[in-house]
């Protein structure tokens, strides 16, 4: 279904007519060819055994993003993956040219009121990444501060670490130590989450976020201009399952969008949505057609990928799995189900109707779902239309199994 929307919606052609933009180096990036920038490039491949990483300086940008704290199965000590985004404040082009490629692909002028969001939405894909690069972070504004990275390739690290005794359900505060002038999300949010009781798995787009297209430029134009608006009801019925389940659930938010996107997600989170760790793909950097190629090819296996990460952090929580019917959730979350028995006790599809805007037909097929949840209990899994259908479905799931 991925390949047959991306032929019949000519993603290839769009990519390629932006791709072109990205190839302009700026004098902005030079220092990535010096001598010293094209060492660090190098020695960046070593990935976390870097042996001479740089450490985050003033004309940087930071991103610290929030995460979700459990118990090592064997020591029984809390730990925490952190994940840090580090690149540069300049562009690694002349932005004029990026936000115009852009502008010109979805109908954009100069004098529209969308123009300056489309602008600032832009900007984390054209930043210079930072590789090889470590940040210095105090949990809960304790000592000693604890080493993040060095960044990979894509300038994003990713380390365990253990982190102080704290309460089920407790939200505790990290901040990164950098100096003046660097900027970015400083602050990271960890929520504790012992080992057993319930969890949700939430999708973003067109699951709790209106997005409802396959075609190249309506992704375009949703990402870096639209106001994101949120499906309807789907506010109140998280809510409802919040209250439900207790506030000490651990929440996560597993979308298909590259990193670029995580200060624009986390904003429409944090207003309509409980807390939780957004999880996002690590790859597109700097590069506007691939976040079009991360929306729309390997979904499936990505979404699994960090599913099996997140039981490896808790695999005795009961997990409510929420979808919708554009992309490969159905396919997803049934191969979860199967894989790990007892986690999943409930995957809810919202049935996405706009069938134009979605592309293939199919996607909608009662065939697909019976195909995707193959040996799964059939009352373990529902497709609905409003979300006011998953009330009763969700208190019976959990009154069976407090």
């Known amino acids: 279904m991925q390949e047959e929307t991306r032929k019949q919606r000519k993603f290839e052609k769009t990519e390629s007519d932006l791709s072109s933009v990205e190839l302009r180096q700026s004098t902005a990036s030079a220092s990535k060819f010096s001598p010293t920038g094209k060492l660090q490039d190098i ?45 540069s404040q ?55 501060p604890l080493k993040l990275g060095p960044s ?26 950098v100096p003046k002038g660097a900027n970015g999300i400083l602050e990271g949010r960890t929520f504790y989450a012992e080992p057993e009781g319930w969890g949700v798995i939430s999708d973003v787009d067109d699951t709790i976020k209106v997005t409802q297209t396959s075609d190249p430029i309506g992704i375009l134009r949703s990402t870096f201009v639209d106001t994101p608006e949120v499906c309807e009801g789907m506010p109140e019925l998280y809510q409802r399952i919040q209250a439900l389940i207790k506030e000490t659930s651990p929440w996560f938010y ?48 990505y979404k699994v990928d960090r599913m099996e990460k997140i039981h490896s952090w808790l695999p005795k929580r009961k997990m409510i799995v929420i979808g919708d019917s554009t992309q490969s959730d159905p ?18 599809i ?27 209990p059939r009352e373990a899994w529902h497709v609905f239309h409003s979300p006011a259908e998953c009330d009763e479905i969700i208190q019976r799931v959990v009154a069976k199994d407090p």
């Open 43 to 87: 020695l960046s491949y070593f990935g976390t055994k870097n042996p001479f990483p740089r450490t985050i300086g003033a004309d940087d940008t930071v991103w610290l993003l929030d995460n979700t704290a459990y118990r090592n199965a064997k020591t029984g000590k809390w730990e925490t993956e952190y994940v840090a985004a580090m690149f």
């Open 152 to 177: 990979g390739r894509n300038g994003i690290s990713s380390d365990i670490k253990q982190i102080p005794d704290s309460t089920d359900g407790l939200v505790t505060t990290t901040f990164a130590k």
């Open 350 to 376: 919202r049935k996405v109707e706009d069938i134009a805007a979605i592309g293939i037909e199919g996607k909608n097929e009662p065939q697909r779902f019976e195909d995707a949840f193959k040996d799964i």
């Open 254 to 301: 597993l979308s298909a969008s590259p990193y670029n996107l995580y200060p624009f997600l986390r904003d429409f989170r944090q207003r309509h949505f409980p807390h939780g760790t957004i999880v996002l793909r690590d790859s597109s950097w700097m590069s506007i057609a691939g976040l079009l190629q991360t929306l729309t090819l390997g979904t499936e296996d």
């Open 331 to 348: 396919e997803a979350y049934g191969e979860i189900y199967r894989k790990f028995p007892g986690w999943v006790k409930l995957i809810l």
């Open 90 to 144: 300049h562009a690694s082009c002349t932005i004029v040219d990026a936000v115009n490629a852009v502008a010109q692909q979805i109908d954009l002028q100069e004098a529209d009121d969308g123009y300056p969001t489309l602008e600032e939405r832009l900007m984390p894909f054209l930043q210079d990444i930072r590789p090889g690069t470590t940040v210095r972070v105090l949990h809960g504004g304790q000592s000693p």
